[in-house]
Nanobody, 115 residues
């Protein structure tokens, strides 16, 4: 199983970023996919989740209305569109796959929101 995140970087407050997570090594279309983040000195928290067929999504309160999770099962990829970014969104963002009763993690991509 491999999960490879991309799309992180340095961005000014109020701007947008789109993260991608390319998956391989398992049946992606059957997996619950989630994005987590971990800010320096803080615990890892779930940011967004999407069901296997993409019809159900869930977000942490601070992400609602600003972030959108989506997936393309034909491309084995999950996305996180982040709009109206705030400095408190600064963190390392991780892709997570829940498949066959196991959890798999990517290496993460860093997002820094700063002027």
């Amino acid at each position: 199983v491999q999960l490879v995140e991309s799309g992180g970087g340095l961005v000014q407050p109020g701007r947008s970023l789109r993260l991608s997570c390319a998956a391989s090594g398992f049946t992606f279309r059957w997996a619950l996919m989630r994005w987590y983040r971990q800010a320096p000195g803080k615990e890892r928290e779930m940011v967004a989740a999407i069901s296997d067929v993409g019809d159900i999504t869930d977000y942490v309160g601070s992400a609602k209305g600003r972030f959108t999770i989506s997936r393309d099962n034909a491309k084995n990829t999950v996305y996180l569109q982040m709009d109206s970014l705030k400095p408190e969104d600064t963190a390392k963002y991780y892709c997570n796959a829940r498949w066959n009763n196991d959890n798999y993690w990517g290496q993460g991509t860093m997002v820094i929101v700063s002027s």
